[in-house]
């Protein structure tokens, strides 16, 4: 295989002219006949999509051109002093797929019109790349309107300012017009989430700094785990110093793993590659617990793989459609059944909970996807229908739990099923494209051409 290097500037050149809870919750696969089993596909896609137009509505109404809805209040709010269209541009590829051609023309419009990062004002280096600059290339290769790639590339040379440490890990934070950084005390999700849009960057524009940059961060990252081949939690860029030896797939290590695989397969890179082996032969070594109801993944200390505690939560459940991508079905299979197990123990999957006792730790939904993304994943690689049936029973409990007369709203408690006054630009970005997917039939999308970043956001696959 080639370097990174090297098939860098072959792709860019190649490519630069494409624009008992277990017995209750066990699902077998469904006896239904496929014609039958089809047109149920179409009803629950034609529901999703109702629903992405209720809550888009509901937006559009109370908090136009605000980065988010708060569906309780009835009001927009923003993240920052300026507004980043947070969620119309990341809610603008769903709108593609869901052939929402009317909504999708007045978010492009809006885009164009308002979206601007020349602004002094510090953000969130993450945040930002996975929702706004991904959103952006997203938009970019499904609708070819160059205009959204300038302002991909635009936001993209702000951020990089972000890498500029003695590590070249990034800082968590900067300031889009005047570059300065702050908060070298970081995690490798915030430090290994950026191969995917940076290496798609390159690829639109020809230039393989983008790309260089964030394998540059990628691979410092890597040269600080254990022996072990497990990764801490935290981490100073500055230094390397690890701040917290706890390693798991849970938030702040989930996507760095996930972009190690996704890189690998995009770029067709062998450095990624020999990376990922070791890592996830090591989490299946120390982190994967099989217990009587299930398969699950807790936390580990880095240095010894002595296990510290067996929480399990919403974050956790992407793991299983990585696991999937990676050839691994049977350990896929087992982890989503524990996913399923997880929502249906309340109706709708809390935050944490301890997988041991089945208690809940954190008992808050703020509408998280990756319980639908695994269960599509699984979907696309085995075509079992216990995963359309699981779909739908999380849906459907979506809408029973979450669904306002305005949008969507988040839980405080999956217990109580009290609502709160919170929906991000998540739930149309990932939450309701998954669902969406997962019944789709158009073939507008086809799975086996396409890697989804983190925010699933979908961009064509290198051949």
């Not at 492009?108 to 996975?130: P, T, Y």
């Not at 205009?147 to 991909?152: D, Q």
């Not at 849009?197 to 393989?208: C, D, F, Q, R, V």
């Not at 691979?219 to 860029?237: C, D, K, M, P």
Request: proline share 3%; net charge negative.
């Amino acid at each position: 295989m080639r370097s990174s290097f090297l098939y860098l500037i072959a792709f860019i050149v190649s490519m630069s002219n494409t624009a008992a809870l277990v017995a209750q919750t066990t699902i077998s696969p469904s006896q239904t006949p496929e014609s039958a089993q089809s047109i149920e596909k179409l009803e629950m896609a034609e529901l999703v999509r109702a629903e992405f137009l209720h809550a888009w509505n509901g937006y559009k109404t109370y908090a136009w051109g605000y980065d988010a809805l708060k569906p309780l209040s009835k009001q927009g709010h923003n993240w920052y002093k300026q507004s980043l269209l947070m969620t119309p541009v990341d809610a603008f590829d769903t709108m593609i797929l869901m052939d929402l051609t009317e909504e999708a023309s007045e978010t492009k419009e809006l885009i164009f019109a308002k979206l601007n990062f020349d602004v002094d004002m510090e953000v969130q280096n993450f945040e930002v790349s996975i929702r706004i600059f991904a959103g952006l290339l997203s938009a970019y290769e499904l609708d070819g309107d160059k205009r959204f790639l300038v302002l991909a590339e635009d936001m993209a040379k702000r951020l990089m300012k972000a890498f500029n440490s003695p590590t070249g890990m990034p800082y968590r934070y900067v300031n889009l017009k005047t570059g300065a950084t702050s908060g070298p005390i970081s995690n490798p999700a915030e430090i290994g989430t950026y191969l995917v849009e940076y290496g798609i960057l390159s690829k639109h524009t020809g230039n393989p700094i983008y790309y260089q940059t964030a394998m540059k961060a990628m691979t410092a990252l890597y040269s600080f785990r254990s022996s072990l081949n497990l990764t801490a939690e935290g981490i100073n860029v500055e230094t390397g110093e690890i701040t917290n030896p706890v390693s798991h797939i849970s938030g702040c290590i989930d996507s760095y793993l996930e972009y190690m695989l996704k890189g690998a397969i995009l770029f067709n890179d062998s450095t990624l590659q020999s990376m990922w082996t070791p890592t996830i032969e090591a989490v299946n070594n120390y982190l994967a617990d099989q217990k009587p109801n299930g398969l699950w993944y807790g936390q580990a200390e880095m240095y010894t793989g002595e296990r510290i505690s067996t929480t399990y939560g919403a974050l956790d459940a992407f793991f299983a459609g990585t696991l999937a991508m990676h050839g691994d079905l049977k350990r896929a299979a087992d982890l989503q059944q524990s996913n399923y197990l997880m929502w249906m123990l309340h109706g709708i999957e809390p935050e944490s909970m301890n997988y041991s006792t089945m208690e809940v730790e954190n008992g808050s939904y703020i509408l998280r996807p990756e319980n639908f993304e695994s269960a599509y994943y699984l979907y696309q690689y085995t075509h079992d229908e216990k995963y359309l049936e699981m779909g739908k029973s999380m849906f459907e409990n979506l809408i029973t739990y979450c669904r306002t007369d305005l949008a969507f709203a988040a839980l405080k408690d999956v217990r109580t099923k009290e609502k709160r006054d919170y929906m991000e630009s998540f739930f149309f970005a990932e939450t309701l494209k998954y669902a969406y997917l997962l019944f789709d039939e158009s073939g507008k999308l086809d799975f086996n051409k396409v890697i989804f970043n983190t925010e699933a956001h979908p961009y064509r696959r290198i051949e």
